[in-house]
């Protein structure tokens, strides 16, 4: 099964671990702090659309995209209650481009680390640097594989993995580790890194 169907599955059961109902706190961290000025950004992966809502909250212009068609219904309807303007579309990220690119800002909480092999990593990688303007920056919260697991939870990734498939296409300004934020007293591990695209990438 595709990651993608995969994902589908899941949201039609309802087994969204992932999905905790309010915006991760590394993106706002990761915002405010570096800091990252409101410009027009794309959430890969939305999910249900808590972190879009929150960038749109805070002066971007939002177009979230994801491949769930049950994701994307729930994340317009929850944009519709908080009054906010966000563009939630399905579009499936490694095979169609999102009309509205170049963004200033990219994020993905969970879509990147998704992908098993190298090549879909670098693919995903490359394509994030094909929507973004120069000097455009992508933050990704991926699962992290120092932590030692016992019983299910997100994909794990080595630092080097991320780092062998991002560096061709973007520099990077800061890796660290951390936890999801969750609504669970021990969430798993994970890894925040915020990057440049390269010149010319
Ligand atoms: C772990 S979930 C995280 C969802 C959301 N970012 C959040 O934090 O709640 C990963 C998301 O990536 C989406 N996804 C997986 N492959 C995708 C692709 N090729 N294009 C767009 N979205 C994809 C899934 O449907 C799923 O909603």
Same mark, same amino acid.
């Given at each position: 099964m595709t990651v993608q169907k995969g994902y589908k599955k899941r949201y039609k059961t309802g087994d969204t671990p992932w999905d905790i109902g309010k915006p991760d706190f590394n993106l706002v961290e990761g915002v405010t702090k570096h800091p990252i @000025? =409101?410009?027009?950004a794309l959430d890969i992966g939305c999910g249900t659309g808590d972190n879009s809502i929150w @960038? =749109? /909250?805070?002066?971007? /212009?939002v177009i979230g995209t994801d491949t769930s068609e049950i994701a994307i219904q729930k994340a317009k309807e929850k944009a519709s209650r908080a009054g906010v303007k966000c563009d939630f579309r399905i579009v499936d990220f490694l095979e169609n481009p999102v009309k509205g690119a170049p963004f200033g800002f990219v994020f993905d909480r969970g879509c990147f680390h998704s992908f098993a092999s190298e090549k879909d990593r670098r693919r995903f990688a490359q394509n994030v640097a094909a929507h973004l303007e120069e000097d455009g920056l992508w933050l990704t919260l991926a699962g992290n594989a120092d932590e030692d697991r016992r019983g299910p939870g997100p994909p794990q990734r080595t630092a080097g993995e991320i780092i062998s498939a991002v560096e061709p296409y973007f520099m990077i300004l800061s890796l660290i580790s951390t936890h999801f934020g969750s609504n669970h007293p021990n969430p798993p591990r994970a890894w925040r890194c915020l990057m440049q695209k390269r010149y010319a990438a």
């Open positions: @000025l =409101a410009c027009s @960038l =749109a /909250q805070n002066g971007f /212009q």
